[in-house]
């Protein structure tokens, strides 16, 4: 599976973006899909998983409420909407698949990352 995060760019805060991961590969409805960020100087965190079937999803306590992950199989596409952005979430965010819903960070593929930048 490939994947490419795409939607980043500068946004003012309290706005919206919606990011996509577009995936390659007729097995993607079968793998479970998370979004994870990092910021200069800090540590990949997770944001939001969603898995195959889209009967679970978890979320992040920061963006809990204001993001709202979805796929669409058919077009081999994982969504992130982000509503009320704040500065805190600007970062460089990635996609990730894996067989196994977690939320961990330890995936079997990863994404090429788009940047977010939300202005104050």
């Known amino acids: 599976v490939q994947l490419q995060a795409s939607g980043g760019g500068l946004v003012q805060a309290g706005g919206s973006l919606r990011l996509s991961c577009a995936a390659s590969?007729?097995?993607?409805?079968?793998?479970?899909i998370d979004w994870f960020r990092q910021a200069p100087g800090k540590e990949r965190e997770f944001v939001a998983a969603i898995s195959w079937n889209e009967v679970s999803t978890s979320y992040a306590d920061s963006v809990k409420g204001r993001f709202t992950i979805s796929r669409d199989n058919a077009k081999n596409t994982v969504y992130l909407q982000m509503n009320s952005v704040k500065p805190e979430d600007t970062a460089v965010y990635f996609c990730?698949?894996?067989?196994?819903?977690?939320?961990?960070?330890?995936?079997?593929?990863w994404g090429k990352g788009t940047q977010v930048t939300v202005s104050s």
């Open positions: 590969g007729r097995t993607f409805s079968l793998y479970h």
């Open positions: 990730a698949a894996a067989r196994r819903f977690t939320i961990s960070g330890d995936m079997d593929y």
